[in-house]
C-alpha cells in the first residue's frame, strides 16, 4: 500500500468531518471570541479552511517562508461570510487530495523547512509535516470551533459518532 493510499481515507474523514463543523459556523458569530487572548470565530474559520493549502505547498515545496524579508507575509484569509468560508475549504482540499494523489513516495522523507524571515523554525521529513503541521494542526482549530459552538448554544455536529446535540 502507497503512503497516499493510506492516508486518503484519514484524510477524506477529517475533511469530511471538518467542512460538518465549517457549516455550523453563523454569520453573525464570526466576530465573536471567546475571551480577549482568543481568535475569534471568523478567525479560526478562515484559518482552518485556509490549512488544507499548506499541504501542497509541503508535497510541491522544500520549504515556506512565512514572513519572508523583502516579501509579503503569509497571513490568514479574511472572508467574512460562511458560505465564502466553506467554498475556500472545498477547493482547498480538493487541491490538496489531487497532491496527495500525486506525491511521490520517494521525496516523503525529503526535509522540509518552515521558516520565518530566513530563520528556519524546523525542519522535518514531508511525511511528518503532512501529519503534524496540516492534519493535527487543522484538528487542533476545528476543536477550537466546536467549543466556540458550544459556547454559543449552537450544536456540535457528529464526527466520530453522534454529538451531545445528535
Known amino acids: 500500500m502507497t503512503y497516499a493510499e493510506s492516508l486518503l481515507p484519514e484524510f477524506d474523514q477529517e475533511m469530511a468531518n471538518t467542512r460538518k463543523v465549517l457549516e455550523r459556523i453563523p454569520d453573525d458569530k464570526l466576530d465573536w471570541k471567546a475571551h480577549p487572548k482568543s481568535h475569534t470565530i471568523g478567525w479560526n474559520a478562515n484559518h482552518v479552511a485556509d490549512i488544507p493549502s499548506w499541504l501542497v505547498v509541503v508535497l510541491t515545496t522544500p520549504s515556506l517562508d512565512v ?54 523554525l524546523f525542519t522535518m521529513p514531508r511525511r511528518d509535516v503532512i501529519r503534524s503541521m496540516v492534519l493535527n494542526h487543522l484538528m487542533h482549530h476545528r476543536a477550537h470551533l466546536c467549543v466556540y459552538l458550544r459556547l454559543n448554544d449552537l450544536p456540535v455536529p457528529g464526527m466520530y459518532g453522534p454529538s451531545g446535540d445528535e
Do not use: C, M, Y
Not at 479574511?78 to 500525486?102: C, H, M, P, Q, Y
Open 67 to 120: 514572513a519572508p524579508v523583502g516579501g509579503e507575509p503569509h497571513s490568514s484569509p479574511k472572508l467574512t461570510s460562511g458560505r465564502e468560508i466553506v467554498e475556500l475549504f472545498d477547493r482547498n482540499v480538493a487541491a490538496a487530495r489531487k497532491a496527495i494523489t500525486e506525491l511521490k513516495e520517494d521525496t516523503l522523507g525529503e526535509p522540509w523547512t518552515l521558516a520565518q524571515a530566513g530563520n528556519p
